[in-house]
C-alpha cells in the first residue's frame, strides 16, 4: 500500500529483504531506466514501484543548494513561466505562476558550479546518464533511439500562494513522435526548507483515465542537503503549491526513439 510505504518512509534499500534490491534494480532497468537505489551519501527511499518515485535524501550538500538560490536570485534570468492547460470548452488557462531560471545556454548561470554539482549528482542516480553532465551548457536533442540526454537544468522560484497545477511530465504521444525523443524521468531537488506546503503530490493510476503506453515519465524527488518536507507520492501527475519562498531545481531525462523513448 503505497499510502503506508510513505508514512512509513518509504523502502530503505539498506533495509530490505535479500534480493530485492536486485530485483527492482533489474525492473527498473528493464521497464524505465536504471536507478542506484544505494547511492553514496544518499539516503534512497522508494515510495513507488510503478511508476518509479524515490525519495533522495541528502542529495545535494546544503551549501549547494544555497549558491543556486542565490545564483538564481541575482542573476536577473528568473522570468514567469507560464504553463498552458486546456480548461471547460478549450479555453486556455495558466497552470503555473511560479519564477523559472534556465541554468544553462550563454547566460550568467551556464557555468556556475552548483549547475555542474546537480547534474553530477543526477548521473549518480541515474547510470544511464554518466558523462552526459559535462557535455556542454546546452541541450542536445538525442540523435538515435535508445540514446539519452539531459534537458536544460532550471530552478524555479515560488512565492506564497504560487503554484505548478496538475499536469503531466511526460509528452504526448504524438509531440513525442514529432520531437523524435521522449521525457522518461524529472529530478526535482528541493533547494530550501519551509514549515509547511511546497511538496508534490502525484496522482495514483486511473485518476484520470490512466497514462498511455510509453507515456508515463517516472518522477525521481531529490532533497537538498536540509530536511526538505517529503513529497506526497503516488502516482504520474504532479502538483505543487508555494508555502512561503520555495526553490526548487528540476532536470528532465530524455531518451530518443519517439513516443516510447525506447
Known amino acids: 500500500n503505497l499510502g503506508e510505504l510513505d ?52 542529495f545535494m550538500p546544503a551549501e549547494d543548494c544555497d549558491a543556486l538560490v542565490g545564483a538564481a536570485a541575482s542573476s536577473g534570468e528568473l522570468k514567469p513561466s507560464p504553463v498552458g492547460s486546456a480548461g471547460p470548452g478549450g479555453a486556455q488557462k495558466n497552470i503555473r505562476t511560479s519564477r523559472t531560471a534556465a541554468l544553462s545556454g550563454t547566460g550568467p548561470l551556464a557555468s556556475h558550479p552548483a549547475r555542474g554539482a546537480l547534474l553530477a549528482r543526477a548521473e549518480g542516480l541515474l547510470p544511464a546518464l554518466r558523462g552526459l553532465g559535462g557535455s556542454g551548457s546546452g541541450f542536445k536533442a538525442p540523435s538515435r533511439p535508445g540514446e539519452w540526454s539531459f534537458e536544460l537544468p532550471q530552478v524555479a522560484h515560488y ?65 537538498g542537503g536540509r530536511r526538505a518536507r517529503p513529497p506526497h507520492a503516488a502516482h504520474g501527475d504532479a502538483r505543487l503549491r508555494g508555502a512561503r519562498e520555495v526553490d526548487r531545481a528540476a532536470v528532465g531525462v530524455v531518451r530518443g526513439g519517439g513516443a516510447e523513448g525506447s
Open 7 to 58: 508514512r512509513a518512509g518509504g523502502l530503505d534499500p539498506f533495509e530490505a529483504a535479500e534480493g530485492t534490491v536486485e530485483g527492482l534494480t533489474a525492473m527498473l532497468r528493464a521497464e524505465f531506466m536504471d536507478v542506484d537505489l544505494k547511492l553514496e551519501g544518499a539516503e534512497v527511499r522508494v515510495l513507488n514501484v510503478d511508476p518509479p518515485v524515490l525519495r533522495v535524501g541528502s
Open 159 to 223: 512565492r506564497g500562494g504560487e503554484k505548478f497545477d496538475t499536469h503531466e511530465d511526460a509528452f504526448p504521444a504524438a509531440l513525442a513522435e514529432q520531437k523524435g525523443y521522449q521525457r522518461r524521468a524529472t529530478v526535482l531537488t528541493y533547494l530550501n526548507d519551509v514549515p509547511e506546503g511546497g511538496g508534490d503530490e502525484v496522482r495514483p493510476p486511473g485518476a484520470r483515465g490512466g497514462a498511455e503506453e510509453g507515456g508515463r515519465a517516472p518522477l525521481l524527488p531529490g532533497h
